[in-house]
């Protein structure tokens, strides 16, 4: 008889054992504090499940927020548009018809399903709408269009999955919806039977606020690598190869403000674990005299910069550590009060090793080349160029051969 209670009481259990998980990248607006977008903090946000399933299914007679609130609470819920975290804030910019990486962090999983909408809400003062989002169902990328990704329970951590954006459509605010249908609740199948998965079920909803821009407005290196000379053709596409490194690409794609282009720079180098990437760089020093200073803030031979998120999954934890307080190009090395990672300090200006292979979590759209390319992207005061020319130079950690081999300039 003992053992038949205990029997029940586990059973119990499991009904009511809560998944845990939030949309990571783009970085949703409960865990968008997480990334460094200066966003009201929430530390409860793996738990935006609409209340609970008792909430929701019980009480709401299965509603929910639109971002995974409580759907009784007053309107704008807090996670939605004017609310406490709703505040408009841009966690990621993409093209029109681009196949994007999104990563959910999962801490507790019990199984499910995905899916994932979209609604062009360019308006600030209007509210989410679930009528608006249900007009664009994302689907994946895989070749077989479907709109739903099953997940399996032995999966914990970062799980990524690609989706296809719609080819026509651009947005200064786009809302990205994520929705997760747990598994992990006994019910009653459309069959009639019994099962842990079926019925009501526990429900989480993240959004995200992003851009999309219009294709034509996408500009991509088109240029091959010259491997014997270093071409800065600013402000187009910036070239250099040489024998340490494989290559560097500088990439003006956009104007930002006036006299403030972004700047995108490849350094291909093949590394081993614990092995990163940094690199110095600015204007030479025989063109300011009397010369460049160790005081950063006023080296005459740094510039003007502030480099740009490219992710927000673990992939990108080092280089969004790294980045917080690098503000200028500079040859010295760390900033003082440039963030550290878990105790190891910067060298310079952090890279971020990516591909251009779609599956893998270092994916990146402007990375046209291939493994082993490392990036980053900067916003900077081209006035304080040399007529659009700079210098930058790599800086391998843990190797005794850290600094990339000289190369000369030429003109273009």
């Given at each position: 008889m003992a053992l038949s209670v205990v029997g029940v009481v586990l059973c119990a259990?499991?009904?009511?054992?809560?998944?845990?998980g939030y949309l990571s990248s783009p970085a949703s607006r409960?865990?968008?504090?997480?990334?460094?977008?200066?966003?009201?903090?929430?530390?409860?946000?793996?738990?935006?499940?609409?209340?609970?399933?008792?909430v929701m299914h019980s009480q709401n007679q299965g509603r929910c927020g639109v971002c995974g609130d409580n759907w009784r609470l007053s309107e704008p819920r807090?996670?939605?548009?004017?609310?406490?975290?709703?505040?408009?804030?841009?966690?990621?910019?993409?093209?029109?018809?681009?196949?994007?990486?999104?990563?959910?962090?999962?801490?507790a999983n019990h199984g499910g399903w995905f899916e994932f909408r979209l609604c062009n809400n360019n308006n600030p003062r209007a509210r989410d709408s679930q009528q608006c989002l249900n007009k664009q169902l994302l689907t994946f990328a895989d070749g077989s269009r479907g709109t739903r990704y099953n997940l399996s329970r032995?999966?914990?951590?970062?799980?990524?999955?690609?989706?296809?954006?719609?080819?026509?459509?651009?947005?200064?605010n786009c809302v990205l919806q994520w929705t997760w249908v747990v598994g992990n609740t006994w019910g009653i199948c459309s069959d009639g039977r019994g099962k842990v998965g079926c019925g009501p079920q526990e429900t989480f909803v993240n959004c995200a606020d992003i851009q999309i821009s219009p294709k034509r407005g996408f500009q991509k290196p088109t240029t091959t690598f010259n491997k014997n000379?270093?071409?800065?053709?600013?402000?187009?596409?910036?070239l250099v190869a040489s024998v340490w490194f494989a290559g560097l690409v500088a990439t003006i794609e956009r104007d930002l403000k006036e006299d403030v282009l972004q700047t995108v720079v490849f350094l291909q180098r093949e590394s081993i674990p614990d092995q990163d990437l940094f690199i110095r760089g600015g204007i030479s020093e025989s063109l300011r005299p009397p010369g460049c200073s160790s005081i950063?803030?006023?080296d005459p031979c740094a510039i003007d910069m502030n480099t740009n998120l490219l992710g927000t999954i673990q992939h990108y934890e080092k280089y969004n550590a790294w980045r917080v307080g690098d503000t200028r190009l500079?040859?010295?090395?760390?900033?003082?009060?440039?963030?550290?990672?878990?105790?190891?300090?910067?060298?310079?200006?952090?890279?971020?090793w990516t591909t251009n292979n779609v599956l893998s979590p270092g994916y990146q759209e402007l990375n046209t080349f291939g493994?082993?390319?490392?990036?980053?992207?900067?916003?900077?005061?081209?006035?304080?160029?040399?007529a659009g020319w700079f210098e930058v130079k790599g800086y391998l950690t843990n190797t005794m051969d850290n600094w990339e081999t000289d190369i000369a300039q030429v003109g273009g």
């Open positions: 259990l499991v009904s009511v054992v809560s998944s845990h409960n865990s968008a504090w997480r990334f460094g977008f200066g966003t009201q903090t929430n530390y409860n946000d793996n738990e935006l499940y609409c209340g609970g399933r008792e807090p996670h939605e548009r004017g609310g406490v975290y709703g505040k408009g804030v841009i966690t990621a910019q993409y093209r029109s018809g681009q196949v994007i990486p999104i990563t959910i962090r999962i801490s032995s999966l914990r951590g970062d799980v990524t999955v690609h989706v296809q954006l719609p080819p026509r459509l651009s947005c200064t000379k270093n071409n800065f053709l600013y402000p187009r596409v910036s950063v803030e006023s500079d040859w010295s090395g760390a900033q003082p009060g440039q963030d550290v990672y878990q105790g190891i300090p910067a060298e310079g200006t952090p890279l971020v493994e082993h390319y490392w990036m980053v992207s900067m916003d900077m005061n081209c006035t304080q160029t040399e």
